[in-house]
């Protein structure tokens, strides 16, 4: 198992969870279940259409503010040291994946971006590089 693969399990996890009754929120996460393949495909990275950029960054918003609020107290609970951290680097990247994508949306540009998710022994701001 590589280390993305515990967050594309993540990803699935949360756009399954998607109550398919509310429209917006489900059109939202359906971005997520193709991103993880991309993921595993690629080995850490994926690209994002122009047209996607902001609602793919409020899925990736929304994988953040659930494990952290549903999945990183359990973790934090039961004192399961190496998924409380695989799930803080989660939060993390899932946050860094944010900025990346709102950031190239703000700018306009009407360019694709491609974001690379760090090891996960590192921290999104010291690993994270993005290309257009």
Do not use: C
């Not at 515990?6 to 109550?19: I, M, Q, S």
């Not at 953040?64 to 803080?88: C, N, S, T, W, Y």
């Amino acid at each position: 198992m590589t280390d993305y693969r515990f967050y594309t399990g993540l990803l699935r996890f949360v756009a399954a969870k998607a109550d398919p009754r509310d429209t917006a929120t489900a059109a939202v996460m359906a971005h997520l279940a193709p991103l993880a393949d991309e993921i595993d495909r690629a080995g850490g990275v994926f690209t994002v259409a122009p047209a996607d950029l902001a609602t793919t960054a409020r899925a990736f918003a929304g994988v953040a503010g659930f494990l952290q609020k549903q999945i990183l107290p359990e973790a934090v609970a039961h004192g399961h040291a190496e998924v409380e951290r695989r799930l803080r680097w989660s939060v993390d990247a899932s946050m860094e994946a944010v900025r990346i994508l709102l950031v190239h949306a703000a700018e306009g540009a009407g360019q694709a971006v491609t974001v690379r998710l760090p090891p996960l022994s590192h921290s999104p701001e010291k690993g994270n590089r993005r290309e257009r």
